[in-house]
């Protein structure tokens, strides 16, 4: 992989990747709506409206790159539109895929739990659909519809500094501020990865000759009381916790039952995984304000 285009690359874990790119020496375009500063001068940039199909098609126009990763894709008519667009521009397109595809079993997930080649299509835009259905349609269209290769990452929830969800930290001011946090399973395990390891490895499966859906996290797992405990352990303070099945008093992370992937298939294919439990307690650190 001598050169790759990154949709999205300006915030969280798409920096990251960029950046891990760059580090192998290949020539990144980053293409945005230009909303957010590309903080990589040395990176082409294309500015595209991925909503505005004309904008899409156009953008584009005449460039060609080794592997397209793109960050951005949420629904059905979103990857037919990348389908469209790609066609004869890229040897392989990388999608950043979720979790969230997956339906509950109270085990780990593996890839075989969701098949997006036998998915039934629908199509519609963004707002049509749930955020783990909008995901399942992009899998199904590129997997069934695309006439190049295609790797659906499946990521847990990524944490790190950068994180602009700020739902790690959600947890971090509730425990600082002795207010009640209202979890459905304190037993219940959790995956996660970190924004660099997640750039790193969204980098390094672009220059492999993988197809398919894999699944992305860090080495181990931890249960929301230890999620707890480490956030408690920084702040000297004890966390508030009420067990409620409430909707309305939902916070992240308010799991019923575990919710963790195996990253067996990477593993194999031999990128090395961090240990959570290493730098899960530093990032909380890192993160107290």
Known sequence: MKTALVLGGTRFFGVKLVQSLLDKGVSVTIATRGNTPIPFPEVDSIQFDRNNV???QSAFEGRQWDAVFDQICYSS??????IDVFENKTKKYIFTSTLSVYDLHDRELNEDDFDPYSYPIKLGETDDFTYQEGKRQAEAVLFQKASFPVVAVRFPIVLGENDY???????????IAEETIYLRNLEADISFINEDEAGKFLSWIGSTDFQGPINACTNGTVTLREFLTY??????????VEISQDDEKETPYAISSTWTLSNR??????????????WLPELIKKSIQ
Do not use: P, W
């Open 54 to 56: 004309e904008s899409f």
């Open 265 to 278: 298939k990477a593993s194999d294919l031999g990128f090395q995984f961090e240990n959570m439990h290493e």
């Open 77 to 82: 008519n979103d990857a037919c539109n990348a």
């Open 165 to 175: 969800t700020k739902r790690m930290v959600y947890y971090i001011n509730k425990v």
């Open 231 to 240: 956030i408690e352990e920084a702040t000297g303070k004890k966390a508030k």
